[in-house]
């Protein structure tokens, strides 16, 4: 198994409030993902990092802010959680380019 | 904006059976990777078999094959002798430069 470990592994928590999943990895892989997966959208990505302080959007970014301050861990941060951003939320690294990802075993987020 | 798109929602095959996962994807790129995924109910993601685009030879992992057709922008997954442990979500992924799209995923039983 790739050395990947997403926290928490399941959290509840309210509209409006701020909430941040963390991405830890031993690798030292320099790609890290952050994805949202729903039903019917399949896996869509909200950010992604291909280097410490180095990060982009991806096709999902609103309501989303990320951070890289060291290799092994990439945090997802929603500032202030909608009930539209429930869903399973994985991370996912990277060695480099043209190659496959790895991926955490998930957070499920629900917000109520 | 690349796009993967997986047209069959649920498949079903039966044990010992072959069955055929369909992926067509949208690319302006030339050097590109694409990927299969599976997705039991434990909600692990999987690598299942990976293609370079600038190989013709189509990959092969033992019972999953592949059949890529560059010009159509195809890449359908063959599963041989289905087993009851195949039963999963199956995602088709495309990889260029940083970044990696997924498909909408297909639903695959398996019937004993």
């Known amino acids: 198994d790739a050395g990947i470990t997403q926290s928490p592994r399941h959290k509840v928590t309210e509209t409006g409030t701020p909430v941040t999943l963390r991405c830890h990895q031993t690798e030292n892989h320099r790609y890290m993902y952050w994805y949202r997966q729903d039903p019917g959208h399949g896996l869509r990505l909200i950010h992604y990092?291909?280097?410490?302080?180095?990060?982009d959007k991806g096709e999902v970014s609103d309501g989303y802010s990320v951070s890289r301050s060291k290799t092994e861990d990439f945090l997802l941060t929603l500032e202030s959680a909608t009930s539209s951003q429930t869903s399973v939320y994985f991370c996912?690294?990277?060695?480099?380019?043209?190659?496959?990802?790895?991926f955490g075993q998930g957070t499920r987020l629900t917000v109520v | 904006a690349q796009t993967v798109t997986q047209s069959q929602p649920e498949m079903s095959v039966q044990e010992a059976e072959t069955v055929t996962l369909s992926c067509t994807y949208d690319?302006?790129?030339?050097?590109?990777?694409l990927f299969w995924y599976k997705q039991p109910p434990s909600r692990q993601m999987i690598l299942v078999i990976r293609?370079?685009?600038?190989?013709?030879q189509n990959a092969t992992e033992n019972r999953f094959s592949v059949n890529f057709q560059k010009a159509a922008k195809s890449f359908s997954l063959k599963i041989s002798d289905s087993q009851l442990g195949d039963a999963a979500m199956y995602f088709c992924?495309?990889?260029?430069?940083?970044?990696?799209?997924f498909g909408t995923g297909t639903s695959l039983t398996v019937i004993p």
């Open positions: 990092s291909y280097g410490v302080k180095d990060t």
């Open positions: 690319t302006s790129e030339s050097d590109y990777y």
């Open positions: 996912a690294i990277k060695r480099q380019r043209n190659t496959e990802a790895f």
């Open positions: 293609q370079e685009a600038y190989k013709q």
């Open positions: 992924a495309y990889e260029a430069g940083n970044q990696f799209y």
